[in-house]
């Protein structure tokens, strides 16, 4: 069964770090996939859409939104067919549901050009 599968949400303080994980291999292994797509990262808080956090495509390029440009890194670890972030410098504004998404037809990060979404992984930070 192809599922995206999150991992790595928990607490935090502000200024602290956490890496979330999304394990990929159903999805790039099966027939749905294609490698001219894009991976990425959403949030939502409560009453609020889902908004993109940062995408990548095959060969790793990345784009940020604004809000947490050079505080979060995606990547992809083809050995362990995950789906990376690595989030530092943690504020109270990044409390939210994570989402990792697959299947972005075009570099956008408009949750509406993704096919595929995981269950989520909630990330509080508080102090």
């Known amino acids: 069964q192809v599922s995206l599968v999150e991992s790595g949400g928990g607490s935090a303080q502000p200024g602290g770090s956490l890496t979330l994980s999304c394990q990929i291999s159903?999805?790039?292994?099966?027939?749905?996939?294609?490698?001219?797509?894009?991976l990425g990262w959403f949030r939502q808080t409560p009453g609020n859409q889902r908004e993109g956090v940062a995408i990548?495509?095959?060969?790793?390029?990345?784009t940020y939104s604004e809000s947490v440009k050079g505080r979060f890194t995606i990547s992809i670890d083809t050995e362990k067919g995950t789906l990376d972030m690595k989030m530092t410098s943690l504020r109270t504004a990044d409390t939210a549901m994570y989402y990792c998404?697959?299947?972005?037809?075009?570099?956008?990060?408009?949750?509406?050009?993704?096919?595929?979404w995981g269950q989520g992984t909630k990330v509080t930070v508080s102090s």
């Open positions: 998404a697959a299947g972005g037809v075009t570099r956008t990060l408009d949750q509406r050009f993704f096919t595929m």
């Open positions: 990548i495509d095959r060969s790793g390029l990345a």
């Open positions: 159903s999805y790039v292994n099966s027939r749905t996939y294609n490698p001219r797509t894009f």
